[in-house]
């Protein structure tokens, strides 16, 4: 079993930036797909962008493309989502989760390919 905790989010003014953290109680952290979701009120989980256990791949949802970053440590089991120029429409709960389907360039954006999932925390973007 894995255990993610999200960590960093908050409220920011449009424009501003953020960097949300996730950590992992496993030690086989860098065996793993890392992927962030969102869910705004009302809508449904949106993929937002993945790593690959290597960290040599990223993929991205066109809406957050050139503006957010994902990165990992393996050494500290830890992922991030640097998040910049936000806007309104970011606003939502951010997950992470973890893909036992691994390779060394291997992403997913597809949600029902994660096996284990954070609590999320809140981002709120002000206009």
């Known amino acids: 079993q894995v255990q993610l905790v999200e960590s960093g989010g908050g409220l920011v003014q449009a424009g501003g930036s953020l960097r949300l953290s996730c950590a992992a109680s496993?030690?086989?952290?860098?065996?793993?797909?890392m992927g962030w979701f969102r869910q705004a009120p009302g809508k449904e989980r949106e993929f937002v962008g993945s790593?690959?256990?290597?960290?040599?791949?990223?993929n991205y949802a066109d809406s957050v493309k050139g503006r957010f970053t994902i990165s990992r440590d393996n050494a500290k089991n830890t992922m991030y989502l640097q998040m910049n120029s936000l806007k309104p429409e970011d606003t939502a709960v951010y997950y992470c989760?973890?893909?036992?389907?691994?390779?060394?360039?291997?992403?997913?954006?597809?949600?029902?390919?994660?096996?284990?999932w954070g609590q999320g925390t809140q981002v709120t973007v002000s206009s």
């Open positions: 989760a973890a893909d036992l389907q691994a390779g060394y360039y291997y992403t997913s954006n597809d949600r029902t390919s994660y096996d284990y």
């Open positions: 496993t030690l086989t952290f860098s065996s793993y797909t």
């Open positions: 790593i690959s256990r290597s960290a040599a791949s990223t």
